[in-house]
């Protein structure tokens, strides 16, 4: 299956948000990620966060809310316009925090153009475990580069599939501690709870830089 065709490729995604058919893109912050910010002093002025395959941009804005100027990453152009929409009604309704922000940037996750922006939060929930695995070890390598030591990096992902089925891949077992082990460690995994759009087992992680 090539790049352009496959279930990873951009025009793919770009016809999940087209037509709809995203079920992941259920309207909530999941607990983890709020449980994460409530039991932690607000950040600092001007930290940066990272929504790593960011889709339309709702848990980026969450991030924004929590005084973090959030960068939502996706390659797919109909979901960032999506998320510009979200972004735009957000601000309709009175989102304008003293400290903070979002914006969204269309790029390869593998390649994401951060600079030395130093984040010290990036969130992935659900675009590394739908990379094809000679993808991964980029993906890895650009997180590790994007945080500041000590950040935290806090996953979801599906467990691996038997077979080939539709869908995402999901991640072997150990393939975030081998992808990410020498520059993260894993500080808490956690079973991800069943929901409504998905019968897969997932779970949770939590990594840190060293
Ligand atoms: C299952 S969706 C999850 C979206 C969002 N995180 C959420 O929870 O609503 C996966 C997202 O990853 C994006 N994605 C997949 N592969 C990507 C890549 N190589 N570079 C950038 N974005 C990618 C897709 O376009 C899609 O928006």
Redesign the pocket.
């Known amino acids: 299956m090539s790049e352009e065709s496959g279930s990873?490729s951009?025009s793919?995604?770009?016809d999940?948000?087209r037509s709809g058919h995203?079920p992941?893109?259920?309207g909530i912050t999941?607990p983890e990620v709020r449980r994460f910010w409530q039991e932690r002093k607000p950040p600092a002025a001007g930290a940066f966060a990272l929504?790593?395959?960011?889709?339309?941009?709702?848990?980026t804005l969450f991030l924004a809310k929590q005084g973090l100027f959030a960068i939502g990453?996706?390659?797919?152009g109909?979901?960032l316009c999506l998320a510009h929409d979200r972004l735009l009604a957000s601000r309709e309704a009175g989102f304008n925090p003293p400290a903070g922000g979002a914006a969204f940037v269309?790029?390869?996750?593998?390649r994401m153009p951060v600079g030395e922006l130093e984040a010290v939060y990036a969130?992935?929930?659900?675009?590394l475990?739908?990379?094809p695995d000679e993808?991964r070890p980029a993906?890895a390598e650009s997180v590790t580069s994007a945080l500041r030591s000590q950040g935290h990096f806090h996953l979801?992902a599906f467990k691996r599939q038997a077979g080939e089925g539709p869908g995402?891949r999901g991640m072997y077992e150990g393939e975030v501690a081998s992808l990410f082990g020498s520059g993260m460690q894993i500080v808490a995994e956690e079973t991800g709870v069943p929901t409504t759009h998905t019968a897969r087992t997932s779970s949770w992680y939590l990594l840190q830089k060293r």
Do not use: E, K, M
């Open positions: 990873h951009r793919h995604w770009d999940r948000y995203t992941w893109d259920t999941p929504d790593i395959g960011c889709g339309t941009g709702l848990n990453f996706d390659h797919s109909q979901a269309q790029a390869d996750v593998g969130l992935d929930i659900g675009c475990h739908s990379l993808s993906y979801y995402a």
